[in-house]
């Protein structure tokens, strides 16, 4: 079993099927459409800024707050990639023609990983262009400190969210459950768990928020975070391998 | 050739499948018979390497499943018709399987056209019929050209035209002297179809016998007699040398004579005959008889015991 024949085989199956269309364009569209309304809005009232929000304002990762939307479309993404296979009764057939389930599995992962890093990068260094243009006078430029490893960091943000959330996949199989574990955790959970003093520090070790540490290029003064933009998108991509070697231990064993 | 050895799967407390062994040879059409929860789809899942066998082994050609280079150019299998994407087109279904075992495009076209499914090719696979769905699952079997197919209830959905094309596209490619193993639990559409037979109950293997042995054995061809001069006509029974069985029903039922002769018998000797009639056991009684002890979800004819309220749940607890 030639490896290459597995992934032409996931890349027609990704290909032929709308879900795959639909939810990378809603991605696509949220991430890019929030990032300018919100980064026209921080642009207008900058002015009634005090000293101290205007010395920590980051326009970058102001014309990346759209992520947080669009990184659900993601999510979504990466579960229906996987779980695609169950809910319709495919992975019997998938796994009769490449019954070695190493194979199989790192080829879809692979096969969806590349596409979703080649739009997730696009979105980024349009959605910073974009970005920056409704901040006019307030903007960053890509040549500044930090800036490109941030635009270049938001693609891979997009990029591991979409894995971990096929790793989840593999392991629970149903849609809708890993739907309804990914999207309230990562749209609700975390952010509590981020904003309230007293589990800030267990939150800031969740993939989501140390993941879009990358994004981040002025450190907010007072932030005491104990890593990185590169450390914390390290943490966000230990999470990924944990739930897809996860998803992987399952699959091996499981009857399919 | 697949061959089974000691194949056990237990779920928890309850074994799926006993224990099986036995072998299905090329050439020729097998019927893999059982009733309902026999262990016939299990059976089938481990034969593919989906499903772990608790105990035991399947072998195909010698080989283990995941041990075949393009597993699909060796045992083609339909096992469940909607087991695709229905939002998939039937074309893009069959590509990304010859995609993943080397297979030529131009095979996908061919097998469309096997099976019927040219015109709707470019169409989702979710708008089709039972019956196209499961024509659309056969095609994906016969993509690699194997020389073992394996079909799970392909008549199931299908209209009559359908079934004889199916009976007919099974006998064919064991006429090409391909192995086919079929599933169902219709002894009535095995007759047709089969030239062997495996037959199962509650997982454990009941029979291993060709179709014709099995017909010999159990299509029993019998006359019915019924007289109100029954010992006389006993007594005369047995100086002509003819075994009879007495039912517990008053008639008498005898095996490897011809109604005419028991007639002429009666006459020359001036007993009176209620009935005498020639009687021929059905396969299906037969395949019933044979799984009586297995069935796994009995429907029960008389209706269930009414509830005490008061009843023996509360007692002695």
């Not at chain 2, 079934?163 to 599933?183: E, P």
Request: aromatic share 6%; hydrophobic share 45%; charged share 15%.
């Amino acid at each position: 079993m030639a490896a290459i024949q597995v992934v032409r085989s996931e890349w027609t199956k990704i290909r032929s099927v709308a879900s795959t269309v639909w939810t990378l364009s809603l991605a696509v569209v949220v991430t890019i459409a929030l990032g300018m309304l919100i980064s026209a809005l921080s642009k207008n009232d900058f002015d009634t800024r005090n000293a101290k929000d205007k010395l920590s304002f980051d326009p970058t990762y102001i014309s990346f707050a759209g992520m947080s939307l669009g990184q659900l479309a993601m999510i979504v993404f990466g579960v229906l990639v996987v779980s695609n296979e169950y809910s319709t009764g495919m992975i019997r057939t998938s796994l009769a023609a490449v019954p070695q389930r190493a194979t199989f599995l790192v080829s879809k992962i692979a096969v969806a990983t590349g596409l979703v890093l080649a739009v997730g990068l696009v979105t980024s260094f349009v959605t910073f262009f974009l970005g920056q243009a409704m901040l006019g006078e307030h903007k960053a430029s890509l040549g500044d400190t930090g800036v490109l490893r941030a635009v270049i960091g938001g693609g891979l943000y997009m990029t591991l969210i979409a894995m971990f959330s096929m790793g989840v996949a593999v392991m629970l199989r149903s849609p809708m459950l890993s739907l309804g574990i990914l999207m309230p955790f990562f749209f609700l959970i975390s952010n509590i768990l981020g904003n309230v003093s007293a589990t800030k520090k267990i939150g800031r070790f969740l993939p989501d928020q140390a993941g879009s540490k990358i994004m981040q290029v002025v450190t907010p003064i007072g932030d005491d975070t104990p890593y990185g933009p590169w450390g914390g998108l390290g943490i966000m991509a230990l999470w990924v391998l944990a739930a897809l070697v996860g998803g992987y231990v399952l699959l091996k064993k499981r009857d399919a | 050739m697949i061959e089974l050895e000691g194949l056990t799967k237990r779920y928890g407390e309850k074994t799926a499948v006993n224990n099986l062994t036995f072998a299905v040879r090329p050439g020729i059409v097998t019927g893999f018979l059982g009733p309902n929860g026999a262990g016939k789809s299990t059976t089938m899942r481990m034969m593919l390497g989906l499903d772990r066998p608790t105990a035991g082994d399947v072998r195909i050609d010698g080989k283990h499943y995941d041990q075949l280079k393009d597993p699909l150019t060796y045992i083609g299998a339909l096992l469940d018709a909607k087991a695709m994407h229905g939002g998939r087109s039937a074309h893009n279904h069959l590509l990304c399987l010859a995609q993943s075992n080397g297979i030529p495009k131009k095979r996908v076209r061919e097998v469309l056209d096997t099976v019927g499914l040219t015109a709707v090719a470019k169409k989702k696979a979710k708008g089709f019929s039972l019956g196209m769905g499961q024509r659309l699952g056969i095609a994906g079997a016969l993509l690699g050209d194997p020389r073992i197919l394996m079909f799970d209830e392909p008549v199931n959905g299908l209209d009559p035209e359908g079934i004889h094309w199916i009976r007919n596209l099974m006998k064919t490619l064991a006429a090409q002297g391909r192995t086919v193993f079929v599933s169902s639990h219709l002894m009535s559409e095995m007759a047709l179809t089969a030239d062997h037979l495996v037959v199962i109950g509650q997982g454990r293997l009941l029979a291993d016998t060709s179709m014709a042995d099995f017909i010999a054995q159990n299509s029993r061809s019998y006359v019915r007699v019924r007289s109100p001069q029954r010992e006389r006509l006993l007594d005369v029974l047995h100086g002509a040398g003819v075994t009879v069985v007495e039912t517990g029903n008053g008639s008498l039922e005898i095996d490897g004579s011809k109604s005419e002769y028991i007639g002429e018998l009666a006459a020359q000797y001036q007993i009176a005959l209620h009935e005498l009639s020639p009687q021929q056991a059905s396969l299906e009684e037969a395949f019933m008889q044979l799984t009586a002890g297995s069935v796994e979800y009995h429907a029960h004819s008389d209706a269930p015991a009414e509830q005490q309220p008061w009843g023996d749940g509360w007692k002695g607890n």
